[in-house]
């Protein structure tokens, strides 16, 4: 090596170890004296969390609160496409994502089940690209679903195959589909959002995606490197609950504490939304407004 390029080279290294060493506040994107802008909190409810007997209503309540998209649940969402437009016209609440809704499920051994998912999982992703949906969440198989193949390499070749195909149907449609991690105890496959974000990249398509729960985060030890594992290329959605029970956040105390995960977001521009996908022990009117508040208050904190 020639004494000049040694010399280049040497400046380029002290340079990274200087700013590996600096403290987080000088390198964040989200530092007060960076230049980037930090994203905004985007909170997002499933049907099922807001107060309210009909749609309206809640959406009415959902819009009092700020709160900027909407889940709905996949099942039938073909023939619902028309009253969700409908409903959300004019309003400053968009569709987030769908959370699944399709019969059998992709790594089925029976073909006849496998057929199921194949045909009802297109009519949600296309049915979801016309709602300007992010994307539709999908497990590949939890674990009651039987029989199932293998989780052998063999079966992640053939999973990262499958997603493939229907990766980029979903961009022909103009959303994607949206691979989310479970804790142990519900799905075998598929725990860690890294191994997600791994399925996603063996996939090669642009419209396969991953999430990050909150509570089925208790797999990972640490929010911030699982969702920097996936970073902004993968990381399409964000589920929320109170870290115990799965019931609203702040209704089990200090164990629901989010800052990790959310400077995480916070550092990677994290753009899409943060979903409630929970219950509740108490009264809806007084935790769901309790648990947005929260959430404001830890990412300000972040």
Known sequence: MRRRDFIRRSLAGAATVTLAGAPLQLVSACSPKGTAQCPELKLSFQEGIAPGESLNEKLDYMENLGIA?????????????????????????????????????????????K?????????????????????????????GQKPCRPHTLETREYLTEQLHELGEYALKCGTTVILEPLNRGEAFYLRQVADAAAICRDAKSAGVKCMGDFWHMQEETSDYAAF???????????????????????????????????????????????????????????????????LREQWQKA
Do not use: W
């Not at 009802?120 to 497990?139: C, K, N, Y």
């Not at 809806?284 to 407004?289: A, G, H, K, L, S």
């Open 115 to 143: 057929a199921e998912f194949d045909s009802t999982m297109r009519d949600i992703v296309a049915a979801a690209g016309e709602l300007g949906s992010t994307g539709v969440i999908m497990v590949p198989a939890f674990n």
């Open 69 to 113: 998209g909407f889940e709905p649940g996949g099942r039938d969402l073909p023939s619902r496409v028309g009253e969700l437009d409908r409903a959300l016209a004019g309003r400053n609440i968009k569709v987030s994502a769908i959370c699944a809704g399709f019969g059998g499920f992709i790594l089925a051994e029976d073909p006849a089940v």
């Open 228 to 294: 920097m594992s996936a970073g902004p290329e993968y990381l399409q959605h964000v589920h929320v609950a109170s870290r115990g029970r799965r019931i609203m956040p702040g209704e089990d105390g200090e164990s629901d504490n989010y800052l990790d995960g959310m400077r995480a977001l916070k550092e990677m521009g994290y753009d899409k939304y943060v979903s409630f996908e929970c219950g509740t022990d108490g009264d809806r009117t007084v935790t769901v407004p309790a648990a947005v508040a929260l």
